[in-house]
């Protein structure tokens, strides 16, 4: 038996051990976790891709465990589930496998998803929280789209900084609280999975890396693409760029773009200690690199257990456009006024 309960499913050859994956889309890269003692079966989503530098999807019992705590065995602890490598399969070659080249989706059908924003949830919560023109001004800024999946999932298109498109990725929100749809599974894929392009190559960006090549500004890198457009609404003096996930592409390769750089690494809470051993990628590529820790030294443990980033923190405090949007909400007359004298003035 194994010695942790809960364990990445051990592959055997012949069978239909590995899975596609939730996030990148490829098949036969996506391994389960099981529980041994059999008493839980975890939905198709908790596992890990093979495609570590490309994908980076992982998600652990502790994970799902975090966000369904109704689930959670009395005798939990770290100690009871692990990620072992030696469950991954052995290639018969020791070569060195020749890198891929990253392939491509064509700019026009990037452009042509940067509209129909009346039916994208994320659109529709940034506009009450920080207003109509900053959500048009952010979506367009960083080339944020709208795809039919979903009925409007939001799309982060990853342009790197010869501006070229690597992909996009759809995910799904709540147009009333901006959080992610993950029930009954997680609303995540890709564009090129959902074409079904063949032979396509995914080499992730990072999220905004297009902008590179118009600011020298200090770059802050966070995790996730809402985060983004969000914090730098807020603290436009500073460029930010996104990973796309805890690990998403945090990897040497990737973070060559920021070569001689400034940057400052603010990571969810929770996430400090495992960035600040990532950081030492960028040592050697930036002209400096900070891990802060102002989240962590000001949160709550409540909001620490909750993962927060700073994108909540910044939301807490109420705009005038979540004041006015509560008050349409309680008076929707008011709509009907302010679209008046909107008229009046372009008239």
Same mark, same amino acid.
């Given at each position: 038996m194994?010695?942790?309960?809960f364990?990445l499913q051990?592959?055997?050859?012949g069978r239909?051990?590995k899975q596609?994956c939730?996030?990148c889309?490829?098949?036969k890269?996506?391994?389960?976790?099981?529980?041994?003692?059999?008493?839980?079966?975890?939905? #198709?989503?908790?596992?890990?891709c #093979?495609h570590?530098d490309s994908?980076g999807y992982h998600?652990t019992?502790?994970?799902f465990?975090?966000?369904?705590?109704e689930l959670?065995?009395?005798n939990?602890?770290?100690e009871?589930w692990r990620?072992?490598k030696a469950? $991954?399969?052995?290639t018969p070659? $020791?070569?060195?496998p +020749?890198?891929m080249?990253?392939s491509?989706?064509?700019a026009?059908?990037?452009?042509?998803t940067?509209s129909?924003?009346?039916?994208?949830p994320?659109y529709?919560?940034?506009s009450?929280?920080?207003g109509?023109?900053?959500?048009?001004r952010?979506f367009?800024?960083?080339?944020?789209?709208?795809?039919k999946?979903?009925?409007?999932a %939001?799309?982060?298109?990853?342009i790197?900084k #010869?501006?070229?498109?690597r992909?996009?990725?759809?995910?799904?929100?709540n147009? $009333?609280?901006?959080?992610?749809?993950?029930?009954?599974?997680?609303?995540?894929?890709w564009?090129h999975s959902?074409?079904?392009?063949p032979?396509?190559?995914?080499?992730?960006?990072l999220?905004?890396?297009?902008?590179?090549? %118009?600011s020298?500004a200090?770059?802050?890198?966070?995790?996730?693409?809402?985060?983004? !457009?969000?914090a730098?609404?807020?603290?436009s003096?500073?460029?930010? &760029?996104a990973?796309?996930?805890?690990?998403?592409?945090?990897?040497?390769?990737t973070?060559? +773009? !920021?070569?001689?750089?400034?940057v400052?690494l603010m990571p969810? &809470?929770?996430?400090?200690?495992?960035?600040?051993?990532?950081?030492?990628?960028?040592?050697?590529i930036?002209k400096s690199?900070t891990?802060s820790? +102002?989240?962590?030294?000001m949160?709550?443990?409540?909001q620490?257990?909750?993962? !927060?980033?700073?994108?909540?923190f &910044?939301?807490? @405090?109420?705009?005038? @456009?979540?004041i006015l @949007?509560?008050?349409?909400e309680?008076?929707?007359?008011?709509q009907?006024?302010?679209?008046?004298? @909107?008229?009046?003035l372009?008239?």
């Open positions: 194994n010695e942790y309960r364990h051990k592959y055997k050859a239909n051990t596609t939730p996030q889309g490829r098949r890269c996506f391994v389960r976790y099981v529980d041994e003692e059999g008493k839980i079966e975890f939905p #198709d989503y908790v596992g890990r #093979d570590e994908c998600y019992p502790k994970d465990f975090k966000d369904n705590p959670k065995p009395n939990f602890e770290n009871t990620y072992d469950n $991954k399969p052995v070659s $020791k070569a060195k +020749v890198p080249l990253p491509f989706i064509s026009d059908m990037m452009r042509k940067l129909h924003y009346d039916i994208n994320l529709l919560f940034l009450k929280t920080i109509k023109d900053a959500a048009n952010q367009e800024r960083y080339k944020v789209g709208t795809s999946k979903w009925g409007g %939001t799309v982060f298109w990853q790197d #010869d501006c070229n498109v992909s996009g990725k759809l995910m799904g929100y147009p $009333k609280d901006g959080h992610r749809i993950k029930e009954p599974i997680p609303q995540v894929c564009v959902e074409l079904k392009l032979d396509f190559h995914l080499k992730q960006c999220f905004g890396e297009h902008l590179l090549a %118009t020298s200090t770059v802050m890198l966070v995790e996730s693409e809402k985060t983004c !457009l969000i730098s609404h807020f603290m003096d500073f460029l930010w &760029l990973t796309g996930g805890k690990d998403g592409c945090f990897n040497e390769e973070m060559q +773009v !920021l070569h001689d750089r400034v400052i969810d &809470l929770g996430a400090i200690e495992k960035w600040a051993k990532k950081s030492t990628i960028l040592t050697p930036c690199v891990v820790t +102002v989240l962590e030294q949160a709550t443990d409540e620490r257990e909750a993962g !927060l980033d700073i994108s909540d &910044l939301l807490m @405090q109420e705009t005038k @456009q979540m @949007q509560r008050m349409i309680r008076n929707p007359a008011l009907v006024l302010i679209d008046k004298l @909107q008229l009046e372009v008239d």
